[in-house]
């Protein structure tokens, strides 16, 4: 893992033959965002790690709105209204999709309070059986 | 109760949940366009056909239009060809190319060879105007409404079947 975050930039240069912008910090931004965005051509990729030609033309405007002083999350969302959430490889929170965001918890509360039950049922059983066994007990004696 | 009861429920649940988003999922259309129901993107472009003039979408303003995105690198766009040229035939709509990143004179032989089914051809050499469309690929095409707003969009190709299916409906529905 370490690893292949190490190579990324390497890697992001080997398939970008663009040269890095002057400015570090724009660079900076440019690579992040560049990260982020999903290849839709390619699916499985950012747009960072393939020479596909859709990876190119989204390479391209991120660097020139970058340059041209948009935000990050102008970015974004310029592409969001082009391609959809698709494009985010990090899905923003939405009313659409916050069940998705909440299942895992819910699955875990939901999970627990069922233990918690099994194990009192479990308890009550084991408390009436011995309350027999004792009863039995009792009445065996006189 | 049946101590199964609540785990077959949650099962069963389950079964319908994934039947019905494997029946709503239309093959290739892995990706929505997010223009669908947005006012179609304007441009001004060159035109393939006629050096030195552009294309300009206003143009379409009040008619049905197609919007095709072609190459001439692009196979499944020599596969729908065909269709395009019935499509034109029949005269319902007109119909518009993008020719995405392409070569002029690759984009002219093409024309000159299998047929022309364009009413003018822009060109978007650089991919500028398809970005703003939201295209990924080609072919990819829109289906615009004379409101100018996009009703529809194929990822991959039109063929006789999407036509009838798809498109066919919302131009003759919206004229009853």
Request: aromatic share 8%.
């Given at each position: 893992m370490v690893v292949t975050l190490l190579l990324m930039p390497i890697l992001a240069m080997a398939i970008d033959p663009a040269p890095p912008l002057p400015d570090p910090v724009q660079q900076a931004r440019y690579t992040g965002l560049i990260h982020e965005l999903?290849?839709?051509?390619?699916?499985?990729?950012?747009?960072?790690?393939t020479p596909a030609l859709f990876a190119v033309d989204i390479r391209r405007q991120v660097r020139e709105m970058v340059v041209a002083g948009s935000s990050d999350k102008e970015v974004r969302q310029y592409m969001v209204d082009r391609y959809?959430?698709?494009?985010?490889?990090?899905p923003q929170w939405s009313l659409a999709n916050s069940w998705l965001w909440l299942a895992p918890g819910l699955f875990l509360v939901g999970g627990i309070l069922i233990a918690w039950r099994v194990l009192r049922q479990r308890r009550e059983l084991l408390a009436t059986d011995l309350a027999d066994v004792e009863s039995d007990d009792e009445r065996g004696r006189s | 109760m049946n101590k199964f009861a609540l785990p077959l429920v949650a099962f069963a649940l389950l079964v319908v949940m994934f039947g019905v988003a494997l029946k709503r999922a239309?093959?290739?259309?892995f990706v929505k366009s997010a223009l669908i129901g947005k006012t179609a993107p304007q441009f001004v472009l060159p035109d393939l056909l006629h050096d030195g003039k552009t294309v300009d979408s206003?143009?379409?303003?009040g008619r049905w239009t197609v919007v095709n995105v072609w190459g001439t690198w692009c196979g499944e766009c020599r596969a729908e060809h065909a269709t395009l040229l019935q499509i034109k035939q029949e005269g319902k709509v007109a119909m518009v190319g993008?020719?995405?990143?392409?070569?002029d004179a690759a984009a002219r032989d093409w024309l000159s060879q299998l047929g022309n089914p364009y009413e003018v051809i822009a060109v978007d050499r650089e991919g500028r105007a398809a970005i703003d469309w939201g295209v990924?690929?080609?072919?990819e095409t829109f289906l615009v409404n004379p409101a100018g707003t996009i009703v529809h969009k194929v990822v991959g190709q039109v063929t006789a079947e999407n036509w009838r299916a798809q498109f066919l409906p919302l131009i003759e529905g919206a004229a009853k």
């Open positions: 999903r290849c839709l051509q390619c699916q499985g990729e950012t747009v960072a790690d959809g959430q698709i494009i985010l490889l990090r | 239309p093959d290739k259309q206003h143009a379409f303003a993008l020719n995405y990143k392409d070569e990924y690929g080609a072919p």
